[in-house]
């Protein structure tokens, strides 16, 4: 079945730029996204990607796709320290009914 | 603030009772998702509604079932509660049917404990 995984834990340095990385299996994913979530809310959607697209730039946010590889990678430059959260890759299939299929997240920690 | 509220915030409830949680959509989002988030796991897929009709369905038992509203407000009732259904349930919302790959906005969540 479909799987999403990423690292689980990451810290950075305030100011330092932060990977992320997600790896999924299905190769009918058409659209994947990355979502952010504080301590005790909800998911705030960050950005998304269209599974024929390589690159997708927004403001701090860089995503990087590697179809061949099934690789996802959100890139947050000059780290802040509320930037500190959990960060979850999910996957949507070609024709699915909303199905998003999430990894576990990844806790990113950012000192000072 | 994606628009789409949940409530209650928190609730307790004892193994064998009945829950109802409610979700009120963005407006104009006319599908709503309802997800399973326990502690240190990723958003699990519960079921969709579109239209007032269940869109798509994850692998839960039965004794998860839901509703949508003409308004489409929603509803998820679980029934018969165990101990593993304690989590933070989740709601999202968007424009139409996702064949068309409209993202999905999240509300804040409902805890449940079930003791």
């Known amino acids: 079945g479909e799987d999403v995984e990423q690292s689980l834990f990451l810290s950075v340095r305030e100011g330092d730029s932060s990977v992320i990385n997600c790896t999924y299996t299905?190769?009918?994913?058409?659209?994947l996204y990355w979502y952010k979530q504080e301590p005790g809310a909800g998911l705030q959607l960050l950005t998304y990607i269209f599974s024929n697209m390589d690159m997708k730039q927004d403001q701090r946010l860089t995503v990087l796709l590697n179809k061949k590889d099934k690789h996802l990678s959100l890139r947050i430059a000059d780290t802040q320290t509320g930037d500190s959260a959990i960060y979850f890759c999910?996957?949507?299939?070609?024709?699915?009914?909303?199905?998003?299929?999430f990894g576990k997240g990844t806790k990113l920690s950012v000192k000072p | 603030e994606t628009g789409v509220t949940q409530s209650p915030t928190h609730l307790i409830k004892t193994r064998g009772q009945q829950v109802t949680l409610r979700c009120s959509s963005q407006?104009?989002?006319?599908?709503v998702s309802w997800y399973q988030q326990a502690l240190g796991q990723g958003p699990q897929f519960i079921f969709q509604?579109?239209?007032?009709?269940?869109?798509g369905r994850g692998n839960f038992p039965p004794r998860f079932s839901g509703l949508q509203f003409p308004n489409y407000s929603s509803e998820l009732n679980v029934n018969a509660l165990e101990l593993d259904d304690s989590a933070l349930y989740l709601c999202?919302?968007?424009?139409?049917?996702?064949?068309?790959?409209?993202?999905?906005?999240f509300g804040p969540g409902t805890r449940l404990l079930v003791l």
């Open positions: 999202a919302s968007s424009p139409q049917t996702s064949y068309t790959g409209e993202t999905q906005y």
């Open positions: 509604y579109y239209r007032e009709e269940e869109n």
């Open positions: 999910a996957e949507r299939e070609e024709g699915s009914q909303g199905n998003l299929i």
């Open positions: 407006s104009g989002h006319n599908t």
């Open positions: 299905d190769s009918s994913s058409t659209y």
